[in-house]
């Protein structure tokens, strides 16, 4: 889905992730915001928005972005809930016109997005199993718990382009560059799983700052993972998808 000439019937959706604002971002985050104002059509954020959960950051960011009119749908990411403060967060971006998604569904210019934060637990044969310890079966149940949130979601969805928006990772193509050991905090294939039960025209999440841009499900769902630090066929620290 690279980008081409803009045309009536296209809608193009920037993705960004790993923003992690924090008490410094302040006017650093204009520039980037004000292109992708003149690229696209929609806004997406996928996750760590805030660099440790805290609602000023959010404050922060949601000024950045009040220099823009785009419409923009988000998720939260591990850092967004790092000081327990999610449903301030998500509030303050609720009431600055960002639409938060965890769960819920939305469509703008004809197109549907469905969101979740995700979680991890690793991928194909490697992914944890709901066996031994409790707390094992609790950090699986979570891993469980996201992936029925998106398939809920993605059911009420009847637009012709669906977009998922996650934090964590769904495939393991997008995550490799990081090291091998914490593959399974990256993301969870369960994820992947639910995907290719419909017809989704793109998945976008971050968290992996060194993984790489493309890959698919194995059904073949487009997944971009869109971390600001990843290199991108814009060259700039945002995607550029059109549907």
């Given at each position: 889905?690279?980008?081409?000439?803009?045309?009536?019937?296209?809608?193009?959706?920037?993705?960004?992730?790993?923003?992690?604002?924090?008490?410094?971002?302040?006017?650093?985050?204009?520039?980037?915001?004000?292109?992708?104002?003149?690229?696209?059509?929609?806004?997406?954020?996928?996750g760590?928005?805030?660099?440790?959960?805290?609602?000023?950051?959010?404050?922060?960011?949601?000024k950045?972005?009040?220099?823009?009119?785009?419409?923009?749908v988000?998720?939260?990411?591990n850092?967004?809930?790092?000081?327990?403060?999610?449903?301030?967060?998500?509030?303050?971006?609720?009431?600055?016109?960002?639409?938060?998604?965890?769960?819920?569904?939305?469509?703008?210019?004809?197109?549907?997005?469905?969101?979740?934060k995700?979680?991890?637990?690793?991928?194909?044969?490697?992914?944890?199993?709901?066996?031994g310890?409790?707390?094992?079966?609790?950090?699986?149940?979570?891993?469980?718990?996201?992936?029925?949130?998106l398939?809920?979601?993605?059911?009420?969805?009847?637009?012709?382009?669906?977009?998922?928006?996650?934090?964590?990772?769904?495939?393991?193509?997008?995550?490799?560059?990081?090291?091998?050991?914490?593959?399974?905090?990256?993301?969870?294939?369960?994820?992947?799983?639910?995907?290719?039960?419909?017809?989704?025209?793109?998945?976008?999440?971050?968290?992996?700052?060194?993984?790489?841009?493309?890959?698919?499900?194995?059904?073949?769902?487009?997944?971009?993972?869109?971390?600001?630090?990843i290199?991108?066929?814009?060259?700039?620290?945002?995607?550029?998808?059109?549907?």
């Open positions: 889905m690279a980008a081409g000439p803009r045309s009536a019937e296209m809608v193009r959706v920037a993705a960004v992730a790993d923003l992690h604002c924090s008490h410094n971002c302040p006017g650093t985050l204009l520039p980037l915001f004000n292109q992708i104002a003149q690229a696209a059509d929609v806004l997406a954020l996928c760590d928005l805030t660099d440790y959960g805290h609602p000023d950051e959010a404050q922060a960011l949601v950045e972005l009040s220099s823009i009119k785009l419409p923009t988000a998720v939260l990411g850092h967004d809930y790092e000081s327990d403060k999610a449903a301030e967060i998500r509030a303050i971006f609720t009431d600055a016109g960002i639409t938060t998604l965890d769960g819920e569904v939305t469509e703008i210019h004809g197109v549907g997005f469905a969101g979740v995700g979680f991890c637990g690793g991928f194909g044969r490697g992914t944890l199993s709901a066996w310890e409790p707390v094992i079966k609790e950090f699986v149940k979570e891993a469980i718990n996201e992936a029925v949130k398939e809920t979601a993605l059911t009420r969805l009847d637009t012709r382009h669906k977009i998922v928006l996650m934090h964590y990772a769904p495939i393991r193509a997008t995550i490799e560059g990081e090291p091998l050991e914490i593959f399974p905090f990256l993301g969870s294939s369960r994820l992947a799983e639910t995907i290719d039960r419909f017809q989704v025209s793109a998945v976008v999440h971050g968290h992996a700052h060194r993984g790489k841009y493309e890959g698919r499900t194995p059904a073949g769902a487009p997944v971009y993972n869109v971390a600001m630090q290199e991108k066929p814009t060259g700039r620290p945002y995607a550029l998808i059109e549907v």
